[in-house]
């Protein structure tokens, strides 16, 4: 039995380009493929913070944002916005945003309320996350500065509240681990 596959390298961006959904060319240096490539490296973050076992609650949320993710750098990949009609998953709404509200009110209750700034760091998953919050922030800051009309408004508001998210993970991990924060 053969082994067919189609390869991964398509040779089509051997120029600096890549192609968005509707098909339209663009330099790899645009700044909509600069928003989709900081998501993207949000959700890598997250996929490395799930191979140190913060606990099984956080991986399985981990794992369905890093879905969402992908479904936000789909939405930037779409300057005509047509890919939601076709391919349902690649939307964020309303209710995306609640679920990461509930999970932040959730994580906010399971340790001592925040007084003072604190210092990023702590054991491995927790360090991990707070740079994914800063990733996340980037990326925000990229996906605002493609105007409004670049995203659905959801997506925007997404991304805030998964910074918001992560920060408090962070803030579970190093309590679950028994490492103080460190104030600032």
Known sequence: MEN???PLYTKTGDAGETGLFDGTRVSKADPRVDAYGE???VAAWLGLVRAQS???DIEEMLLLIQRDLFALGAMLADPRHRIAARVTKATLGPADISRLERWI???QAAVPPLR?????GGPGPAAMLHLARTVCRRAERRIVGLGPDAVDPDGIIYVNRLSDLLFAMARV???RAGSPETVW
């Open 4 to 6: 067919r596959y189609d």
């Open 39 to 41: 998501v993207d490296e």
């Open 54 to 56: 913060p606990g099984e």
């Open 105 to 107: 009110d959730q994580m």
């Open 116 to 120: 003072r700034f604190i210092l990023a």
């Open 173 to 175: 991990v190093n309590a």
